[in-house]
C-alpha cells in the first residue's frame, strides 16, 4: 500500500491517485473500476490464458529522464511482445507501480496518458495492480495476459534440427538507439526511437499458431536469445551474419565501425520475435505473415550440435565474447 502523504504533502493520496489516473484505465466490467480487491475474467470455451511479467527499473531498463508515456508504453510494451511471441491475443494487464520518493503528479499524468494510448492501440485494459513508494529508484512491473485455443501457446523449447530460423522486423536498432545517447541526427533519433518504443509484433499470432515449431521474443540480444531456445530445444543453429536484418539506419552506423556488430548481435530490447519453421511449413507461415504486413527474414538453419554459431555465408565468425545482456 502506498505510504500516506503527510499534511504539509500537497500531493494526492492513494485512493485519490487510483480514482483519478487509473480507474478510467479500468474500462473492462471484470476489473469492478479497481474498487474491489481483486479482478474476475472470463475465460471462453476451448481458450486458455497466457500470462507473463515484466519488470523494468530506472537506471537499468530505462532513462530516469526518458519522457512518462513512453515509460509506460514500454513497460506494456515489452510484455505484449512476450504474448505476440507465444501466438497469444493480449486482453489486458495488471500493474505495480513502486514510485521513487520524489514523484510529482504531472509524471503521473503523462504516465497514465501513455497507457491509456496503448490501450486504444493494442485493444486491452488495466485489470488491476498496486501502487507504493519506495526508498530505491522507480520500479514498474506490469503482468499482462492473453488468450489463445487451448493447447496451442509455442513453446520456445521446441525447435528442431531442419528447422529454418527467422526473425522479424530489424535486429539491433534498439541497442544502437541506447548507444547513441542524445547524439543529435536523423538515424540516431530513429534508433533512439526502436530504443524507447518497441513495436509487439501481435499480428504474427496466426501465422505462429499455424506454422511455428518454437518462438520467443528476443529481449536480451538476438545471438544471447537464440542461445537459450537451442538450449530449451536440446539443438543448436548456425546464422549467416549477412541474412541479419538491418535498419538502414544501423547499417550507417555499422558501415562507420564494424565493431558496433557486437551491439546488433547481442545488445538486446529488439523486441522482434525469433520464429523456428520446419520447411514443409514455410510457404504457409510467409503467407500468413505477409497478410499482417510483418517483414521476416530467414536468418539461419537449426542443427542437431548443439551451441550457436555465426557465418558471413561462407566462413565462420567469431562470436562476441558476451552473447546477451545479463541482469545477474
Ligand atoms: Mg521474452
Not at 475474467?41 to 530516469?64: A, N, W, Y
Request: charged content about 25%.
Amino acid at each position: 500500500m502506498t505510504q500516506k502523504t503527510s499534511c504539509s504533502d500537497t500531493r494526492i493520496g492513494e485512493d485519490a491517485l487510483i480514482a483519478h489516473y487509473f480507474a478510467p484505465l479500468a474500462t473492462s466490467p471484470g476489473a469492478y473500476g479497481l474498487k474491489d480487491d481483486a479482478a474476475s475474467l472470463i475465460v471462453p470455451d476451448g481458450k486458455e490464458l497466457v500470462v507473463t511479467l515484466d519488470t523494468l527499473v530506472s537506471g537499468v531498463h530505462f532513462r530516469e529522464n526518458d519522457p512518462a508515456d513512453l515509460i509506460a508504453r514500454k513497460a506494456l510494451r515489452v510484455n505484449l511482445s512476450d504474448l505476440a511471441a507465444k501466438g497469444a491475443e493480449p486482453l489486458g494487464y495488471f500493474l505495480s507501480l513502486a514510485l521513487a520518493s520524489d514523484w510529482i503528479e504531472a509524471w503521473l499524468g503523462e504516465f497514465a496518458a501513455g497507457l491509456g494510448t496503448d490501450q486504444k492501440t493494442f485493444g486491452i485494459s488495466l485489470y488491476g495492480g498496486d501502487t507504493v513508494m519506495t526508498p530505491g529508484p522507480l520500479t514498474i512491473s506490469i503482468t499482462a495476459f492473453g488468450i489463445i485455443p487451448a493447447g496451442q501457446m509455442i513453446r520456445r523449447g521446441s525447435a528442431k534440427a531442419g528447422d529454418h530460423v527467422f526473425v522479424t522486423g530489424t535486429i539491433g536498432d534498439a541497442a544502437l538507439g541506447l548507444r547513441a545517447g542524445d547524439a543529435v541526427g536523423r538515424d540516431q533519433d530513429y534508433l533512439r526511437r526502436r530504443y524507447l518504443l518497441p513495436e509487439p509484433r501481435l499480428g504474427l499470432g496466426h501465422a505462429l499458431r499455424e506454422s511455428a515449431s518454437a518462438a520467443m521474443d528476443i529481449s536480451d540480444g538476438l545471438m544471447g536469445d537464440l542461445s537459450k531456445m537451442c538450449t530449451a530445444s536440446g539443438v543448436g543453429a548456425t546464422i549467416d551474419r549477412n541474412l541479419i536484418p538491418i535498419s538502414r539506419a544501423a547499417d550507417n552506423a555499422l558501415k562507420s565501425d564494424q565493431k558496433i556488430w557486437d551491439s546488433v548481435l547481442t545488445g538486446g530490447d529488439d523486441y522482434e520475435i525469433l520464429v523456428a519453421v520446419s520447411p514443409d511449413r514455410i510457404d504457409r507461415f510467409r503467407e500468413l505473415a505477409t497478410l499482417s504486413s510483418i517483414v521476416l527474414s530467414p536468418i539461419g538453419m537449426i542443427e542437431a550440435e548443439e551451441g550457436v554459431r555465426l557465418t558471413d555465408g561462407s566462413k565462420k565468425l567469431e562470436l562476441p565474447g558476451v552473447l546477451s545482456f545479463e541482469h545477474f
